[in-house]
């Protein structure tokens, strides 16, 4: 972790993790569940969703991060997330994703701050990159 990293995290990802992950978010389409669809579609094994790296959430101390901004957890809400792929995320895949804070501004009374986290593969290549942005609301009293 450098100094301008927020958190680390690391995760398989698994074939019954997509199929439990497409089930829960209502993803039809077969080549999340069945490897045969998915090398009928040109895949080497079963894609995520396009939402799956959320399930990074599971493998890092959320409250953890949120202390370390300064933010007020009871106070923060999520604005917008934003994924830019640069290959399908499939079943076998060894991630590695490093968290970074791209932007911290304050506006009318809140505080908006964009966090970055890049997934590399097992050979250090860029797989998804994640921006999510955090909005803490102001003081209610």
Known sequence: MTAESLDEVAFDVERG???EFARATGATDPVHTDRGAAQRAGFGDVPATATHVVVAGHHRDQRAFVAELGLAFERVVVGSVKW?????LLA?????GV???AEDV???GMRFVTLETE???AEAEPVVVLHETLIERGDQQ
């Open 99 to 101: 968290r970074r804070v």
């Open 84 to 88: 830019i792929y640069h290959r399908p």
């Open 119 to 121: 997934y590399l593969d």
């Open 106 to 108: 304050r506006k009318k």
């Open 92 to 96: 076998g895949d060894a991630l590695r």
């Open 17 to 19: 993790k997509i199929r």
